[in-house]
């Protein structure tokens, strides 16, 4: 049987999750990409609450782009440093760590979040 692209990245995305786990002081920054924009929240698992969201739609940023995505890490980066949040445990969601969701990365440590 093939497998599609998305059913990989869900088998990726189950194995990536079973080892990572967000906690008040450490939240885990997990990406969403779309056809049309890209997505990052902060999450408190042992609550079950987002802490934090931006999205490049929020931003109102136009094209679904690696400038894009820098600009919402970014944004999240400054909405996590609101919240009091210094460190988060990074979940790329089952994509690949290249191009828009290392970008998106990149401009969340330049915010001043450690991974």
Known sequence: MATTKDSRRL???RSIRSKVDGTPVRPRLTVFR??????AQLIDDEA???????S?????LQGNNVEAAKQVGLKV???????????????RNG?????????????????????
């Open 11 to 13: 088998r990726i995305k």
């Open 34 to 39: 779309s056809n049309k924009g890209i997505y």
């Open 48 to 54: 079950g609450k987002t802490v934090a969201a931006s």
């Open 56 to 60: 490049s739609f929020e931003l109102g």
């Open 77 to 91: 980066a400054e909405l996590a440093k609101a919240a009091g949040i210094e460190a988060v445990v990074f979940d």
């Open 95 to 115: 994509y690949l760590y290249h191009g828009k969701v290392k970008a998106l990365a990149d401009g969340a440590r330049e915010g001043g979040l450690q991974f």
